[in-house]
């Protein structure tokens, strides 16, 4: 590649046109809904995002200041929640598993462009939290990641590899530090 051709980047189709026209009503009345909700309103938030096409099982708790990109991009599983601040860049999926934790302030992004390619086509990689899984304050997990069953992606951590089930992450990049060791609750 001897030189980047933005051109064609702006010019490619990167949506349809129901898919512009479902993001534009998200960005101009539905994040503005599900933002002005007062916080224990959760069950207004989940049946706002099912209309919007995401798959909310009971139970989910999502705060009103997560920003969600592309609703029906989005597959939250029971009794996971989704704290303050978080960013879900979705262009591609986004699955948060049972009883998984993003706390406030992360940042889960499931698009990129490959920049191998000099018109830098758009990716919407897919992103999987796994249930049980905690991605802590402030973390970033990149496109394509998976984040194992019950591990911790630790505060401040930026995943852009997959983490495997159990493993405790921290850093940038994050790096194993440890195992989660799974007690019996009280």
């Known amino acids: 590649m001897s030189e980047l051709d933005i051109a064609a980047n702006r010019a490619a189709r990167k949506w349809t046109t129901g898919e512009l026209l479902g993001r534009a009503l998200w960005e101009t009345g539905g994040q503005l809904l599900f933002a002005l909700t007062p916080r224990p309103f959760w069950g207004w938030r989940r049946q706002l995002l099912r209309l919007f096409g995401a798959r909310i099982a ?8 997560v920003r969600i990109t592309v ?17 879900l860049y979705n262009l591609g999926l986004v699955s948060i598993g049972a009883a998984a934790t993003v706390s406030q302030g992360a940042h889960l992004c499931a698009g990129t462009h490959d920049y191998r390619k000099a018109d830098l086509p758009l990716v919407k990689a897919t992103i999987r939290i796994e249930g049980g899984a905690w991605v802590c304050a402030d973390a970033f997990i990149g496109p394509g990641v998976t984040v194992g069953d ?9 995943a852009v590899r997959d ?24």
């Open 58 to 65: 009971k139970g989910v708790h999502l705060h009103p200041r």
């Open 71 to 87: 609703p029906w991009n989005l597959d939250i599983a029971e009794y996971a929640a989704v704290g303050e601040d978080v960013r």
């Open 150 to 158: 019950h591990a911790i992606v630790g505060a401040r951590a930026v």
């Open 163 to 186: 983490v495997a089930p159990y493993a405790i992450m921290a850093g940038n990049p994050a790096r194993q530090i440890g195992l989660r060791e799974m007690r019996g609750g009280a």
